[in-house]
């Protein structure tokens, strides 16, 4: 009896543990790219911690894997460490146009020094590895954040 309890009281500790851990919000994320000629955009949207390491691939727009090597710095985090992206990709942008996705973000990564880091490739073109980055903080999260390449800006919403 007692090595019951014990089991169903570690089982419980551990789910209780972990649903803390693995609590998120989704963010409505709204790009807008600016105005340049050439091919649609490669952007790939990633969880960077205090480092400024690669922590999580969070969206990619471009759903062609051809094209992810010219997303340089991410390719050398994704290839040492592949995972299964489907569920985050999406059509390329283009110049001038608009992107509207949902992000999911580990609650426990706000005010923690994490940004989000949009990296950027064109081809042909030049090639951005923080064409945007914003701070995942309070103050971050709610701001409108400008680029510096091919993205003019992004906004986030809590959903």
Known sequence: MKSILKISLVALIYLFSFEASAQ???????????NYVGEGAYIVVSLVNAKGDYD??????GDNKKWYKTLKEWH???SKK?????????????????????LE?????????????????????????????IPLTTEGIAAKTEGKGY???VRLNKL
């Open 82 to 102: 592949p995972t299964d992206i489907s569920a985050k990709t999406g059509a390329s942008v283009t110049g001038g146009d608009r992107s509207i996705t949902t």
């Open 151 to 153: 993205i003019r800006y």
């Open 105 to 133: 973000i580990e609650d426990s990564k706000i005010n923690k020094g994490y940004k989000l880091r949009f990296e950027t490739a064109v081809e042909d073109n030049k090639y951005y590895t923080t064409d945007l980055e």
């Open 76 to 78: 050398k985090f994704y």
């Open 56 to 61: 999580k691939t969070l969206y990619v727009m």
């Open 24 to 34: 998120t919000s989704k963010y409505k994320c709204m790009l807008q790219m600016s």
